[in-house]
């Protein structure tokens, strides 16, 4: 992490996890440990958590994030939930691209673009994620896959826009695997990724942007991935669904 130059954020993204009343559960259990936090502080909830986790995070340090958005202000779009619903709700930060999405449910480079585009009209913060898969790995193609979804997600994107997405780089070989990328395979990457964005902006867009590792970060492994100087924070899954967990991950950000 570098702090001089930006923020490092830990994200919590609960997927398809908890109801509303395990929600609050874990929510009363994080707000006491996050307000030690020096690092920025977001939880990503299922929709049907998001009025729950808004009304009890008032006042506190910890923002809350929608888990995926829709391009289209509004219209014949059964089950999708548009920004302006998001924003008018009181939700800041939306994930974008998830891995998870691309392979289940057809998510591909323009959708994740057009997504947003509209997210960040809307008044949201994008977390973008962008990740190779194992065999791209094992073909020696992380940097031209990750190359390829950073500058399609931007595109048609301003620099006053772009300073409002935070990237999660996330190798999808270690996202719910167990597996992770060391600590000096993520800063590569991640560095990597900031100079994508160096050539699509410029260094001082690219330098203040917080790159995030997403590839099963916990209490055992987050210090040595946080003393990574391109590693700005983590986007945490399984992670994010204990306090306990969460608050190590936290503790280890704002050191």
């Known amino acids: 992490m570098n702090k001089e130059l930006r923020q ?4 919590g993204n609960w997927k398809m ?3 509303r009343s395990e929600a609050k559960t874990l929510i009363e ?4 440990i996050a307000e030690k936090a020096t690092c920025g502080v977001v939880i990503c909830v299922p929709y049907t958590n998001l009025e729950t986790a808004v009304e009890l995070t008032k006042g506190t340090n910890i923002k809350v994030g929608a888990e995926n958005v829709h391009f289209k202000k509004s219209g014949a779009f059964t089950g999708e939930i548009s920004a302006d619903m998001l924003t008018e709700m009181g939700v800041e930060y939306v994930i974008i691209g ?3 999405r691309r392979q289940y449910f057809g998510e591909t480079d323009l959708t994740v673009n057009r997504r947003v585009k509209a997210a960040l009209a809307a008044g949201l913060k994008v977390i973008l994620c962008v990740g190779e898969m194992l065999s791209e790995r094992e073909d020696g193609i992380t940097e031209d896959v990750v190359e390829l979804q950073t500058v399609a997600a931007f595109t048609g994107v301003s ?3 772009a300073k409002n997405v935070i990237i999660a780089y996330e190798p999808v070989w270690a996202i719910g695997t167990g597996k992770t990328a060391t600590a000096e395979q993520a800063n590569e990457v991640c560095s990597f990724i900031r100079g994508v964005v160096a050539k699509r902006y410029n260094k001082a867009v690219a330098d203040g942007m917080t790159i995030q590792y997403g590839g099963s970060m916990n209490p055992k492994n987050a210090a040595e991935l946080l003393a990574q100087p391109d590693v700005d924070g983590g986007l945490i899954g399984g992670a994010s669904l204990k306090a306990a967990d969460f ?5 280890e950000a704002s050191k």
């Not at 259990?29 to 006491?32: A, F, I, S």
């Not at 608050?247 to 503790?251: A, H, K, P, Q």
């Open 8 to 11: 490092a954020i830990i994200a």
């Open 17 to 19: 996890n908890k109801t």
């Open 29 to 32: 259990d994080l707000k006491p």
């Open 98 to 100: 998830h891995s998870e």
């Open 159 to 161: 620099e006053e826009d």
């Open 247 to 251: 608050g190590v991950l936290l503790e």
